[in-house]
Each structure stands twice: as C-alpha cells, then as structure tokens.
Antibody, heavy 119, light 113 residues
Framework: QVQLVQSGPEVKKPGASVRVSCKAS????????IHWLRQAPGQRLEWMGW????????KYSQNFQGRITFARDSSASIAFLDLSSLRSEDTALYYC????????????WGQGTLVAVSS | DNVMNQSPLSLTVTPGEPASISCKSS???????????LDWYLQKPGQSPQLLIY???NRASGVPDRFTGSGTDRDFTLKISRVEAADVGIYYC??????????FGQGTRLEIK
C-alpha cells in the first residue's frame, strides 16, 4: 500500500535551517510529483511547492522564494524539504503529499513533521 | 493569489441529519480544458488531511456516497446526506494544483451533537 513516512520533529533556533524527509513506498516513486505543504497553529493549510520526483524539476511558492529547496533521492524513494533562515512564524506541521495526475489532487499524505522555531 | 472562503466555520450536527459546507473562490476554478479544479479534504482529529472529492464532484476511492461535491466556476458545496460520528473533523476546500498557487479555505469544523 502507498505510504509516505516523514522524519521526526525538529526544534530549531531562529536563523537556522531544517531538513524534512519524506520516504515513499508502495508505488513507483519517480512517476508522481511530491508536493510540500504546511499548517501553522490556527492557520489554514499553506502550499509550499512541488518537485517532479522523476527529473527533479521544482516549483516553489513565491512566499518562500530564496529560503526553500526541494530535493529527492530517487534510488531511495525519498523527497526532501530544506528551509533556511528560520523564524518563529515557520513553526508549523509540514506535510508531503503525493500528487495523483488522474485526479489532479493529493491522494496520499505523510503523517506530518512538526518544526518548532524558538530561541 | 486566489482567496477561498468557507462557511460556516463550524457546524454541530445530530447524527443522521444532513450537513452542508460552502466554499467560494475569488477566481474562477473552471479551467479552459473544462475541468473544475476544486477538491475537498477532511482532516480527522490527529490525522493528516484525506481526499474526499476531486475535480469538484468526484468521490475519491472509498469515500461513502453520503458525500457529494457540487458547483462550478467560483461557488462550491460539500453535502453530507446523513452525518455519522466518523465524519468529525475539519473540512477544507482547495484550489487544485493545475491553477497555481494552490490555496485552501479556512476550514470548517464539524462536530456531532
């Protein structure tokens, strides 16, 4: 069965960087894009962008331009989110989600990774 | 960016009764290819969001036919014909990835009376 398993919670200081991983299983990793989203406390879900797991093409939300990088290790079926220059407003639950082209939607989600930014 | 507004923001429903959630988009979600890029997700307590409805009105695999998505252009509705205890959670509408950037409604919290 399809699963996306994310890395564990992180606590970071302002100005630091964080890497969140998303390991896929149960399907051919390179055939489906991975999107990244986050949910800050009390806020609506926010889309961050996506990576083509096959060729590595990336598209970032303008809200994160310059601070965000997506990567993937196709051999290990893992997608990565790197977020730099962290600030307190980046405290959120970060999700990876598989984009299913036939439905034009996110059919599987990771369990979420809590990133807390605090001095 | 497109703004998605849901109403109501919270809903308390007696089991067996119907429920309805509205989602209004500031931009048309009807693509030139004829598809409407509006999805509905349910986030149950302590869980990740799960897909309910895609492309406006199509139920995802395993979603009971009690759930119906409708609407086009800028005005959408999610209806639950008979609410059950398992339906508790927060419902989100989402502008689909084909019309970036992806945006979400504020969420509607459904509770059981």
């Amino acid at each position: 069965q399809v699963q996306l398993v994310q890395s564990g919670p992180e606590v970071k200081k302002p100005g630091a960087s964080v890497r969140v991983s998303c390991k896929a299983s149960g399907y051919t990793f390179t055939k489906f894009p991975i999107h990244w989203l986050r949910q800050a406390p009390g806020q609506r879900l926010e889309w961050m962008g996506w990576i083509n797991a096959g060729n590595g093409y990336t598209k970032y939300s303008q809200n994160f331009q310059g601070r965000i990088t997506f990567a993937r290790d196709s051999s290990a079926s893992i997608a990565f989110l790197d977020l730099s220059s962290l600030r307190s407003e980046d405290t959120a639950l970060y999700y990876c989600a598989r984009y299913f082209p036939d439905w034009e939607s996110f059919d599987y989600w990771g369990q979420g990774t809590l990133v807390a930014v605090s001095s | 960016d497109n703004v998605m507004n849901q109403s109501p923001l919270s809903l308390t429903v007696t089991p067996g009764e119907p429920a309805s959630i509205s989602c209004k988009s500031s931009q048309s979600l009807l693509h030139s290819n004829g598809y409407t890029y509006l999805d509905w997700y349910l986030q149950k307590p302590g869980q990740s969001p799960q897909l309910l409805i895609y492309l406006g009105s199509n139920r995802a695999s395993g979603v009971p036919d009690r759930f119906t998505g409708s609407g086009t252009d800028r005005d959408f509705t999610l209806k639950i014909s008979r609410v059950e205890a398992a339906d508790v959670g927060i419902y989100y509408c989402m502008q689909g990835p084909q019309i970036p950037p992806v945006t979400f409604g504020q969420g509607t919290r459904l509770e059981i009376k």
